[in-house]
């Protein structure tokens, strides 16, 4: 399968990188994977079903605090939690999913956005949660013997494969649900509402079953992104409205309905940020007069213009650019051979 | 002719204080083509919608004959009426425009889809029989229609000709005992209205279909329809064959007289 591949890919850049000079850009790395996963679910959601959420950032902050507690204070084994985490997320999204029954696009937007505002007010306010601050765990224990504790870089690098492992996954359920019967009701739902009904598409399950697996997918980014990083993230600087907006700029800039545009639509808004500013900042204070430049507010100004350009201008996504690339090379070769038989 | 299928009775709706059906009753008999007609807004559509149950709050009652017993429609959710072997297509097009013309059909065979997302998921072995089963089914419809060409093109940017019979060959797929058009012919040119009244007619013939349509089109109407009932403010003015029909005089004025001033 092609997702396995890309899986490995995947992972063998991400290792290439903790071998290399600056293996704390791996981390960077980590998250563009993690956020492709979140992002596969959220395009379930909003290019296949129609709907929109601005929690998906909060139910990310919910796995990671969640497998946080089972792990450190109930030392639930790692899988269990994990499976824990993965069933409430279900259930929350199944809560959340009934805010669509009764309004849809910006109203819902607006619905979600205020969940988000009470969960990171719960994080804050709970001691459990360490008060919405991060919190590391020692160390992930699988089988009861392989420790890792993500300092280490070999330990690291087998975290990396955890999270192609996961990617992998990722796209293959979405690929499974989307090519599916069901994939085809998530388009009706949101395409031709009444038809949907008139041919027996029950609107309110398959709305209902959206929100489910993207908050199901936002949880399991969530897992992975503690299994990684080793720590639950905090909520107002990872948890946050900011990441929300970011996850729905990868599905807007990547192509909605795209499955690997959803890759690239994280490698573009996470990856040209992180991997090229900075060389670029330092760059630029390199010169005498421009010493303290920073381009740190650059990034959602950067993310912003993506998406004001790719609506204008590729509304099926960055995405559509490989496609065509694709298309142009293939025309030239088949135009190739009758040239040639013109010439002769 | 054979038996009911559907019976309408005392049929009202309101909107506010509008009454847009007003106390409405007829019949459709088996392998029947019954042609609904009347001016814009005499309520038509909105009949449809209370039969196909969008509509759940009319006066009145609509009852589906089955072979054993009757069924009240309006204890049916909007989503099961495909069950009970009543399929639609829509006056505006209600087609997924960034899809497959195969995609559209299968909507419609949406209540043969035994499987649940779990089965999708995980990749059932007898998802992808029936898949296949389902698609061979699809492209049979599809070449009834003439269209079998076009199953793998996008439905956006299809002449509207096409996807007014993609609407049909959707609304197939249910294997429906009674298939409502709305406004089939409307937006074709004279050609296409001649293949869609074929087609019609062989839908009714070949699939045993009784047929209820809303048409403005005349012509259409007269070479197709066993019966014809005409309504105006959602009230009933005549019923009879398409030749009766027109020469009825409250139809006249209403309809025509209007029509041709």
């Not at chain 1, 499976?83 to 009934?98: D, M, N, Q, R, Y």
């Not at chain 2, 609904?36 to 589906?64: D, H, M, R, S, W």
Request: aromatic share 10%; net charge neutral; glycine share 10%.
């Amino acid at each position: 399968m092609q997702y396995i591949l890309l899986g490995t890919v995947m992972f063998f850049i991400g290792r290439s990188i903790l071998l290399g000079d600056t293996p704390s850009n791996a981390d960077y790395f980590a998250q563009i994977l993690i956020y492709t996963i979140v992002a596969l679910g959220l395009n379930l959601l909003l290019g296949f079903s129609g709907l929109v959420s601005l929690a998906t950032a909060a139910f990310m902050g919910i796995s990671t605090y969640g497998m946080h507690i089972l792990m450190e204070n109930y030392e639930v084994n790692y899988f269990l939690a994990a499976l824990i985490v993965l069933i409430f997320a279900g259930g929350l999204g199944l809560l959340v999913g009934v805010l669509s029954l009764k309004m849809q696009g910006i109203y819902l937007a607006i619905a979600t956005l205020f969940v988000a505002h009470v969960i990171g007010e719960l994080f804050r306010s709970f001691e459990a949660f360490n008060y919405g601050e991060s919190a590391r765990i020692s160390e992930i224990t699988f089988f009861g013997e392989t420790s890792l504790s993500g300092y280490a870089q070999d330990d690291r690098i087998y975290l990396m494969g955890i999270v192609a492992i996961g990617l992998i996954l990722a796209f293959v359920v979405i690929h499974n649900i989307v090519k599916s019967p069901s994939g085809r009701a998530f388009m009706a739902i949101s395409r031709s509402y009444h038809a949907a009904l008139a041919m027996g598409i029950s609107v309110r399950r398959y709305r209902l079953l959206a929100f489910m697996i993207a908050t199901i997918f936002a949880a399991f980014g969530g897992i992975l992104y503690l299994t990684y990083m080793q720590s639950t993230g905090s909520v107002d600087r990872n948890w946050n409205l900011e990441l929300s907006l970011i996850l729905l700029a990868i599905v807007v800039v990547g192509g909605m309905k795209s499955l690997p545009g959803m890759l690239l639509g994280a490698a573009i808004i996470i990856g040209i940020p992180e991997f090229f500013f900075t060389p670029f900042e330092e760059f630029l204070q390199g010169f005498g007069p421009l010493e303290n430049i920073s381009l740190r507010g650059f990034d959602d100004i950067f993310t912003g213009l993506l998406i004001i350009l790719t609506i204008l201008f590729y509304p099926y996504g960055a995405i559509r650019i490989i496609s065509r690339l694709k298309h142009t090379v293939q025309s030239k070769f088949q135009n190739k051979p009758s040239k040639g038989g013109d010439a002769a | 002719m054979s038996e009911n299928v559907l019976s309408v009775k005392d049929l009202s709706m309101s909107f506010g204080g509008l009454k847009a059906v007003d106390s409405l009753s007829f019949h459709i008999k088996g392998k029947e083509i019954l042609g609904l007609i009347g001016p814009n807004g005499a309520g038509k559509t909105t009949v449809f919608n209370c039969i196909t149950q969008f509509y759940k709050n009319y006066e009145g009652i609509v009852i589906l004959q089955g072979a054993n017993k009757d069924k009240d429609l309006r204890e049916v959710p909007v989503h099961k009426i495909i069950d009970y072997g009543i399929a639609r297509t829509f006056q505006n097009l209600e087609l997924i425009p960034d899809t497959s013309v195969m995609d559209n059909v299968l909507i419609g065979a949406h209540k043969d889809v035994k499987s649940n997302i779990i089965h999708h998921i995980l990749q059932f072995p007898s998802l992808k029989r029936n898949e296949k089963r389902l698609k061979e089914k699809a492209e049979r419809i599809l070449a009834f229609l003439g269209i079998d060409h076009l199953k793998d093109a996008y439905v956006h940017g299809q002449p509207y000709g096409i996807m007014k019979l993609i609407e049909i060959g959707r609304a197939l797929m249910g294997d429906p005992s009674l298939l409502i058009l709305d406004e089939p012919a409307a937006g074709l040119n004279e050609k296409e209205t001649k293949h869609l009244e074929g087609i019609v007619k062989k839908i009714n013939e070949e699939y045993e279909t009784a047929i209820l349509l809303i048409e403005h089109n005349m012509g259409f109407v007269m070479d197709l329809c066993n019966t014809v009932i005409a309504i105006n403010f959602g009230r009933f003015l005549a019923q009879g064959t398409p030749k009766e029909v027109q020469n009825n005089k409250a139809v006249q004025e209403a309809y025509l007289g209007e029509a041709e001033s």
